[in-house]
């Protein structure tokens, strides 16, 4: 009877580089948003700051797992430091979560008691952070990132603040030509559910990583079926599992 078993410790060094640009980006327009927020009274826009600074946290977090799981593996930890990496996911998705409940909850406050809001400052900033966002989320999700579940962790923080600054500016315009000040509320409650749904997703794939669960993709009896075609002397494939750590797929198996 024998053994098989494939894996690779070696991490994307280039997700290191994506998350620390985003984090700049990020970090440096959550100051300037939070301020234009304060002085516009626009719950959309400091909604949106929130989730800046969740952001700037989460790419931190994110930045820390991917530089901590770099660290070659040793007698206690033999696989290595890799599933730092969708722990970090899992934490963000968890912040994500929490992050997009209250601000529904501070949304359904100020659609009861409305309050004045400054449409042209909001307008201009949120302008500016929809530019800001777009850069971060083009520096996270192209090229090698997509595959990795904690930078997509990442990218959905951003994701969320590219719609927030979309709402943002449709709220803007709306109040500048009509007064309406309702639908920055209604907005914020319309992209904090987009979010929630993504996140959740998200949320479901690092639970289902971290208890080893075979990932979405595998499909273990085919994978058994091309074993045996391919390599004539294989009589039985059996006490297949497979799993991921990072974004690297593990598999063991014994075959007759």
Same mark, same amino acid.
């Given at each position: 009877?024998?053994?098989?078993?494939?894996?690779?410790?070696?991490?994307?060094?280039?997700?290191?580089?994506?998350?620390?640009?985003?984090?700049?980006?990020?970090?440096?327009?959550?100051?300037?948003?939070?301020?234009?927020?304060?002085?516009?009274?626009? #719950?959309?826009?400091? =909604?949106? !700051?929130? %989730?800046? @600074?969740? $952001?700037?946290?989460?790419?931190?977090? &994110?930045?820390? +797992?991917?530089?901590?799981?770099?660290?070659?593996?040793?007698?206690?930890?033999?696989?290595?430091?890799?599933?730092?990496?969708?722990?970090?996911?899992?934490?963000?998705?968890?912040?994500?979560?929490?992050?997009?409940?209250?601000?529904?909850?501070?949304?359904?406050?100020?659609?009861?008691?409305?309050?004045?809001?400054?449409?042209?400052?909001?307008?201009?900033?949120?302008?500016?952070?929809?530019?800001?966002?777009?850069?971060?989320?083009?520096?996270?999700?192209?090229?090698?990132?997509?595959?990795? #579940?904690?930078?997509? =962790?990442? !990218?959905? %923080?951003? @994701?969320? $603040?590219?719609?927030?600054?979309?709402? &943002?500016?449709? +709220?803007?315009?709306?109040?500048?030509?009509?007064?309406?000040?309702?639908?920055?509320?209604?907005?914020?409650?319309?992209?904090?559910?987009?979010?929630?749904?993504?996140?959740?997703?998200?949320?479901?794939?690092?639970?289902?990583?971290?208890?080893?669960?075979?990932?979405?993709?595998?499909?273990?009896?085919?994978?058994?079926?091309?074993?045996?075609?391919?390599?004539?002397?294989?009589?039985?494939?059996?006490?297949?599992?497979?799993?991921?750590?990072?974004?690297?797929?593990?598999?063991?198996?014994?075959?007759?």
């Amino acid at each position: 009877m024998a053994h098989s078993h494939s894996h690779s410790h070696t991490p994307g060094n280039d997700n290191a580089k994506r998350l620390m640009l985003a984090f700049g980006v990020t970090a440096t327009f959550m100051v300037i948003e939070v301020i234009g927020g304060l002085i516009s009274g626009s #719950l959309a826009l400091l =909604a949106d !700051a929130g %989730h800046m @600074l969740t $952001d700037a946290a989460a790419l931190l977090f &994110a930045l820390l +797992a991917v530089q901590f799981a770099r660290r070659p593996p040793n007698a206690r930890h033999t696989f290595g430091w890799l599933r730092l990496t969708t722990l970090a996911a899992f934490v963000n998705a968890i912040a994500l979560v929490v992050i997009t409940v209250l601000i529904v909850w501070e949304a359904v406050q100020r659609f009861r008691h409305p309050q004045p809001i400054a449409g042209a400052t909001m307008m201009v900033i949120a302008v500016a952070g929809l530019l800001a966002n777009i850069l971060a989320f083009w520096i996270l999700h192209r090229g090698s990132g997509e595959k990795n #579940l904690n930078v997509r =962790a990442a !990218a959905l %923080h951003v @994701l969320g $603040d590219l719609l927030g600054s979309v709402g &943002a500016i449709v +709220a803007a315009l709306v109040i500048l030509y009509t007064g309406w000040t309702p639908v920055d509320p209604i907005l914020s409650v319309l992209v904090s559910c987009l979010v929630l749904r993504s996140a959740w997703r998200l949320l479901k794939e690092s639970v289902n990583e971290l208890l080893e669960g075979a990932p979405a993709s595998m499909d273990i009896d085919e994978l058994k079926r091309n074993l045996r075609r391919s390599v004539p002397e294989v009589r039985n494939v059996h006490h297949v599992h497979v799993w991921l750590v990072g974004e690297k797929p593990v598999m063991t198996l014994h075959v007759q």
